[in-house]
T-cell receptor, first 114, second 108 residues
Framework: ETGVTQSPTHLIKTRGQQVTLRCSSQ?????VSWYQQALGQGPQFIFQ???????GRGNFPPRFSGLQFPNYSSELNVNALELDDSALYLC?????????????FGSGTRLTVV | QKEVEQNSGPLSVPEGAIASLNCTYS??????FFWYRQYSGKSPELIMS????GDKEDGRFTAQLNKASQYVSLLIRDSQPSDSATYLC????????FGAGTRLTVKP
């Protein structure tokens, strides 16, 4: 059984650019969530996807968008990058419909905006 | 008011002692509650989940939930230096919401 994998592990972008982060869910999981974690802070909920539809969103602007694919993998897109977007981006997968089992996290993508 | 509040610490306990971590949440419709541990530079890992009022024990860990008081706690018995990490409380109304975490240091 594979875990949650994220790519790339590290990324440096310039302010104003766009970035796409990728996530492969754990085998058997149908739900994926994305989180932003700034240094010294807890993960902040960006949004969640279930069956390719967004079914929950945190307090993030529309320039943060996502996709979930039929194989349950996912992308996080961030447009018009700002310096404050520098953070660790975590993907987590879970299984809705088989009890509430909590989320399994990937190792994250460290994004630096300069 | 933050959705999930934790004492940021740091909390320091001697090896073998009981570490007590606390969390309050604001959304009364929350039904699922979790404790995650995060080592420095690593991603969070699930250590406990609790859904009903009362206590739930798993090895050295005990989670306590009081929905009337909107309060969740985690007790770590016989604390070990390897327990030194940041402990994140999470609640799930829709999507999992995390507190800022409490940094625990267990001193040998």
């Amino acid at each position: 059984e594979t875990g949650v994998t994220q790519s790339p592990t590290h990324l440096i972008k310039t302010r104003g650019q766009q970035v796409t982060l990728r996530c492969s869910s754990q085998s058997g999981h149908n739900t994926v969530s994305w989180y932003q974690q700034a240094l010294g802070q807890g993960p902040q909920f960006i949004f969640q996807y279930y069956r390719e539809e967004e079914n929950g969103r945190g307090n993030f602007p529309p320039r943060f968008s996502g996709l979930q694919f039929p194989n349950y993998s996912s992308e996080l897109n961030v447009n018009a990058l700002e310096l404050d977007d520098s953070a660790l981006y975590l993907c987590a997968s879970s299984q809705i419909g088989h009890g509430d089992i909590g989320y399994t996290f990937g190792s994250g993508t460290r994004l630096t905006v300069v | 008011q933050k959705e999930v509040e934790q004492n940021s610490g740091p909390l320091s306990v001697p090896e073998g002692a009981i570490a007590s971590l606390n969390c309050t949440y604001s959304d009364r419709v929350s039904q699922s509650f979790f404790w995650y541990r995060q080592y420095s530079g690593k991603s969070p890992e699930l250590i406990m989940s609790i859904y009903s009022n009362g206590d739930k024990e798993d090895g050295r860990f005990t989670a306590q939930l009081n929905k009337a008081s909107q309060y969740v706690s985690l007790l770590i018995r016989d604390s070990q230096p390897s327990d030194s990490a940041t402990y994140l409380c999470a609640v799930k109304p829709s999507g999992m919401r995390f507190g800022a975490g409490t940094r625990l240091t267990v001193k040998p």
